[in-house]
């Protein structure tokens, strides 16, 4: 994703400008040099913001098709020595 950079006493100048930057692109203001804030629409925002997911969203598999079950691999413990 590209991005514009302003200054911090850029944008306290021109907080319409900063605006209009952010129309096109995600606009990073900076102060003293350093990433500190991020301005750009909401409706940007919003699409792209981490909603909190379920455990049964975050465990599903958007790719797997309804055909075929679940067959795991079937686990012995013959080669295993026990030591109490």
Known sequence: MRVTYM???SFNQNPS????EA??????????G???Y????YAEFEANWKKPKSLF????DP???AEGDFAP???TFDDRDASF
Do not use: F, G, Q, Y
């Open 7 to 9: 200054t911090s006493a």
């Open 63 to 65: 790719k797997a098709t």
């Open 57 to 60: 969203d975050a465990l599903r």
């Open 23 to 32: 129309d096109e692109r995600p606009l990073v203001i900076t102060d003293h």
């Open 17 to 20: 400008k900063a605006k209009k």
């Open 38 to 41: 991020v301005l750009m629409r």
């Open 34 to 36: 350093e990433a500190a």
């Open 73 to 75: 691999e079937r686990l």
